[in-house]
């Protein structure tokens, strides 16, 4: 984590100060700038924090890091969400399209999984201070269609960009840039009432990540396989659920260490709640798959119901 934070200092805040004097993109250079002081300044902090302080340095980074994306979309006039995509793919221009989203919602995932849900979202910044709580479980039947119709409006969004209001692929390559920055202010505000009255509404912080967000939708496609992920040993669970109880994303972590499966499948946010909280270590984050004895006995057992535990 240390080497991560010192490699974005060193790249962030120069690519920043080159982007400001030569490329002359006030809002590129203010998110680099940002994703120094987020990726570099308070993640070293999150590294050297007592495990009851982390998540307030992880909300921190998000913060920042939302910020950061917040203010490249609205001082460029720059549309970054998946209508922006959209707008790219009627407007012809594949290979734009392939520069930014491509990265963000299936390259990036399918190594990092869905970091920047959980670090680095301008949706999730807000969110996470709602005092609604987590939600009392995951909704089934209707709910799991319900993020099409986040497609749907960002298709219909994207229609509206491209072919009214005259946005065009260019300034930042692999963008969509408008002629003024109330259509991508409207989109935000769009996006924010969206996104807080669902939590209201079901009184769960993150219930427009899990049923709405078009964004979120492909992600969870794209980060099933991801490298990046929480993994167990199943040995050292002692079942407590204490894991379990502070998933935002109501993962059932603790049944899934029991039956040696893998605890993301394109849910998870990598938020760390469930590593820190596990009294025994037995959950940690990593590049490479770890089943411990246990699992690996589980999986051969035939344990794996999956209708049970989803
Ligand atoms: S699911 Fe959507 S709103 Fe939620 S953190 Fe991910 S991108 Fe942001
Ligand atoms: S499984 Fe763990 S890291 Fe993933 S969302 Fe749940 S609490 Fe966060």
Same mark, same amino acid.
């Given at each position: 984590m240390l080497v991560v934070s010192a490699t974005a200092l060193l790249v962030f805040w120069p690519l920043a100060a080159v982007v400001l004097f030569r490329g002359n993109a006030l809002g590129f250079a203010i998110a680099l700038f940002v994703s120094g002081l987020s990726q570099g300044l308070f993640l070293a902090g999150y590294a050297f924090a007592r495990a009851d302080r982390k998540q307030w340095w992880r909300w921190l980074i998000l913060a920042t890091g939302g910020l950061g994306i917040l203010m490249f979309s609205l001082v460029d006039a720059v549309n970054l969400d998946l209508d922006g995509f959209f707008e790219l793919l009627i407007l012809g221009t594949l290979g734009p399209a392939i520069g930014h989203t491509m990265v963000t919602t299936v390259v990036g995932p399918l190594i990092f999984g869905r970091i920047l849900c959980g670090w680095g979202c301008w949706r999730a910044m807000v969110l996470e201070r709602l005092p609604v709580g987590k939600g009392s479980g995951r909704r089934k039947g209707v709910w799991v269609w319900t993020p099409l119709v986040g497609v749907a409006v960002s298709f219909a969004a994207a229609v509206l960009f491209a072919l009214v209001l005259d946005f065009q692929p260019g300034?930042?390559?692999g963008y969509m840039r408008g002629n003024s920055i109330w259509p991508v202010a409207a989109g935000v505000a769009v996006y924010y009432a969206a996104a807080i009255a669902l939590a209201l509404a079901l009184h769960d912080q993150r219930a427009f990540c899990k049923y709405l967000c078009p964004t979120g939708f492909i992600l969870r496609w794209t980060s099933r396989p991801a490298l990046l992920h929480v993994s167990?040993?199943?040995?050292? !669970?002692?079942? !407590?659920e204490a894991c379990t109880k502070v998933c935002p994303m109501n993962i059932p972590v603790a049944a899934r260490v029991r039956m040696g499966i893998r605890i993301g499948k394109g849910d998870c946010i990598l938020c760390q709640r469930c590593v820190v909280s596990c009294p025994t270590g037995a959950l940690k984050t990593s590049l490479r798959k770890q089943l411990s004895a246990n699992g690996e006995r589980a999986k051969a057992g035939g344990l794996l119901d999956k209708q049970v535990i989803r």
């Open positions: 300034g930042t390559p167990f040993q199943a040995d050292a !669970c002692t079942g !407590c």
